[in-house]
């Protein structure tokens, strides 16, 4: 029985190889944008993110060149759809005397296209009244969602740092807050109920680990995706 021992160590190392070769396979059939994506994973420095569309200028080649692109050349029509998304979102970041530009960011996960803002742009400080600015932003969103057929979905984010308190019981209903207050502002001015949803996530998904000096800042944010409404919910990353 001993001496058949190496059998198993050899059937471990088959099952190793056989996945190692399928792993290059797949890689070798994945598009470049995606193979760049990856890529920004293992580099050092790298952005820390836990949603499906990362913050900032993705690596995706819509947001990446989408000044240099032309709309006539061979896109897909869901890759024609987010080239329109991002150019009317892209007004937001040129606020630049009242928009710094870590306070916003643009990314597209090829179903639909985010924009992140800080919390302590949009509202009024320790509260869920929105700033001038944080109106600004607004009405850039509602200026889009007049424009295109799309549908909106408003993500309110926490720190793992706030507590929620005096106003609110925890870090959930202080998401959630931020993300409603974001809806209702939209809805009262124009915006189809139909095609906005929001959900509440406290801290569960940082842009920043705790040891980044700004971690707070980035983390506290409400995020607009926007996507396609052929796009079912069971696609769509909330």
Same mark, same amino acid.
């Given at each position: 029985?001993?001496?058949?021992?190496?059998?198993?160590?050899?059937?471990?190392?088959?099952?190793?190889?056989?996945?190692?070769?399928?792993?290059?396979?797949?890689?070798?059939?994945?598009?470049?944008?995606?193979?760049?994506?990856?890529?920004?994973?293992?580099?050092?420095?790298?952005?820390?993110?836990?949603?499906?569309?990362?913050?900032?200028?993705?690596?995706?080649?819509?947001?990446?060149?989408?000044?240099?692109?032309?709309?006539?050349?061979?896109?897909?029509?869901?890759?024609?759809?987010?080239?329109?998304?991002?150019?009317?979102?892209?007004?937001?970041?040129?606020?630049?005397?009242?928009? %710094?530009?870590?306070?916003?960011?643009?990314?597209?996960?090829?179903?639909?296209?985010?924009?992140?803002?800080?919390?302590?742009?949009?509202?009024?400080?320790?509260?869920?009244?929105?700033?001038?600015?944080?109106?600004?932003?607004?009405?850039?969103?509602?200026?889009?969602?007049?424009?295109?057929?799309?549908?909106?979905?408003?993500?309110?984010?926490?720190?793992?740092?706030?507590?929620?308190?005096?106003?609110?019981?925890?870090?959930?209903?202080?998401?959630?807050?931020?993300?409603?207050?974001?809806?209702?502002?939209?809805?009262?001015?124009?915006?189809?109920?139909?095609?906005?949803?929001?959900?509440?996530?406290?801290?569960?998904?940082?842009?920043?680990? %705790?040891?980044? %000096?700004?971690?707070?800042?980035?983390?506290?944010?409400?995020?607009?995706?926007?996507?396609?409404?052929?796009?079912?919910?069971?696609?769509?990353?909330?």
């Amino acid at each position: 029985m001993a001496g058949s021992s190496w059998k198993v160590a050899y059937a471990d190392f088959m099952t190793a190889m056989m996945a190692f070769f399928l792993v290059m396979w797949l890689l070798n059939m994945a598009p470049e944008e995606t193979l760049k994506g990856l890529a920004g994973y293992f580099t050092e420095g790298a952005t820390y993110f836990t949603n499906s569309a990362a913050p900032g200028i993705s690596n995706n080649q819509i947001v990446q060149f989408v000044d240099k692109m032309d709309t006539r050349s061979n896109l897909s029509e869901a890759e024609k759809s987010d080239y329109a998304i991002i150019q009317s979102l892209k007004p937001i970041l040129s606020l630049k005397d009242a928009v %710094p530009n870590s306070s916003t960011g643009i990314a597209s996960d090829g179903v639909g296209v985010l924009l992140h803002v800080t919390s302590n742009l949009m509202f009024k400080p320790n509260s869920v009244d929105f700033s001038a600015t944080g109106e600004k932003v607004l009405d850039e969103v509602l200026d889009m969602i007049r424009k295109y057929n799309v549908w909106v979905i408003v993500r309110g984010h926490a720190d793992s740092s706030e507590t929620g308190a005096p106003d609110f019981p925890s870090k959930w209903e202080l998401s959630s807050a931020r993300a409603n207050a974001a809806v209702r502002y939209l809805v009262a001015h124009g915006a189809d109920p139909k095609k906005i949803r929001s959900v509440a996530y406290a801290d569960t998904r940082p842009l920043a680990p %705790p040891t980044v %000096p700004d971690a707070a800042a980035k983390n506290s944010r409400v995020e607009f995706y926007f996507h396609r409404p052929e796009v079912m919910s069971n696609i769509v990353g909330y």
